[in-house]
């Protein structure tokens, strides 16, 4: 589930102090408590959204009990991947599920049910069953803000400082902060939460486009959820098993470290490729650019990597995608007086990546 891998994404949030947010502020703060719980067959606990009325929240996921026999509809297809967005409209949740496809992760994306939801309403969601799953069902609760049990750091690393803090919410969670006591500039860390040895989530934030996550003296924090499955029972650990710095250099388990490194390869490997593609297109671009058309060659390039290289090749294909995607934003979303600038600005962001990744 998307409870740590979404980690790396949205990891700043910019608060506009206007008088209209300070309206928009206490809207939100209605909406706290609202928790929409998607609800699998069996004893697993329900996967919950924690509303908003600012924007939309949600997870994907893979992990939801699976139909027997299921077989996609092309070989080079993965298992569809459910992804779940919802927010609070007035006094009902919107919830849109979407399935993502294809022989890369979101390689398509289908929309296959949107559904209003009251309080206190359950909803089945039986269109899930198409693509392999048992039904689902969904359903609007109020839950009360509540203080979660703090989880123990387990640091084995000597360049960070944790610190661990509750979190008033309507879902149990934490919020987490690691300060950087190390004279380098850290580019990634690898976190886990652990309940008797046994692994509950695993995340590997790390700085965007190649950035550091963490400067010299600086600080980086998240609030987490801290929901332990049926039928485990202890103390929740948060183990900071490594940080892997700028150089590539790595401070903690090297095991853990390396599943870094291995998507920094790919990453570098998919921009090496890319940008002479973008280059070619710039240096032509006065007489036109086909940008539908350069945003599909960008989504045909492939990832030159074996099947149990998968950190590195899921990392490749994670450029190749933010690329064409961008790609295809700049052709819809931006006046046509300003697409070539804007192109070159792009193309000026991958090269600057690319040059901040060590060989």
């Not at 509303?51 to 070989?75: H, N, Q, V």
């Not at 934030?205 to 959820?225: C, D, E, R, S």
């Not at 007489?287 to 899921?314: C, F, I, M, Q």
Request: a neutral charge; aromatic letters at 6%; proline letters at 6%.
């Amino acid at each position: 589930m998307k409870t740590f891998e979404s980690f790396a994404a949205g990891l700043a949030l910019i608060l506009l102090i206007t008088a209209g947010s300070a309206a928009q502020d206490a809207k939100q703060d209605e909406a706290r408590d609202l928790v929409l719980e998607v609800i699998a067959a069996g004893d697993r606990p329900p996967s919950s959204i924690q509303l908003r009325r600012d924007r939309p929240a949600g997870f994907w996921t893979s992990g939801f009990p699976r139909s027997k026999p299921w077989r996609p509809s092309s070989p080079d297809d993965r298992h569809p991947v459910l992804n779940f967005e919802a927010r609070v409209m007035e006094d009902t949740a919107e919830l849109e599920i979407s399935i993502f496809s294809g022989k890369r992760f979101r390689e398509i994306v289908d929309v296959i049910g949107r559904y209003k939801i009251r309080e206190g309403e359950t909803v089945a969601v039986s269109e899930v069953v198409r693509f392999g799953y048992e039904p689902l069902s969904v359903r609007l609760v109020r839950s009360p803000l509540s203080v979660g049990q703090l989880p123990v750091a387990d640091n084995r690393t000597r360049s960070i400082r944790v610190s661990i803090s509750p979190v008033v919410s309507a879902i149990p969670q934490f919020r987490f902060e690691l300060a950087n006591d190390s004279s380098k500039p850290i580019a990634a860390v690898i976190i886990r939460t652990e309940v008797s040895g046994r692994k509950l989530s695993s995340g590997m934030p790390h700085g965007v486009h190649g950035a550091a996550l963490i400067m010299p003296g600086q600080t980086f924090g998240q609030n987490l959820k801290n929901i332990t499955p049926p039928g485990v029972a202890g103390q929740t650990n948060l183990v900071i098993a490594a940080a892997i710095f700028t150089d590539n250099s790595v401070d903690g388990d090297l095991d853990a470290g390396a599943q870094f490194l291995a998507a920094v390869a790919g990453r570098k490997r998919a921009l090496m490729e890319l940008i002479p593609m973008l280059d070619a297109v710039a240096s032509r671009a006065s007489n036109g650019v086909d940008w539908a058309g350069l945003a599909v060659a960008v989504r045909a390039t492939k990832a030159p990597y074996r099947e149990d290289a998968s950190r590195e090749k899921s990392a490749f294909n994670g450029v190749v995608i933010e690329l064409s995607d961008a790609i295809l934003k700049l052709s819809t979303r931006v006046p046509a007086g300003e697409q070539l600038s804007t192109f070159s600005d792009l193309l000026k962001l991958y090269k600057e990546w690319l040059n901040r990744l060590p060989d």
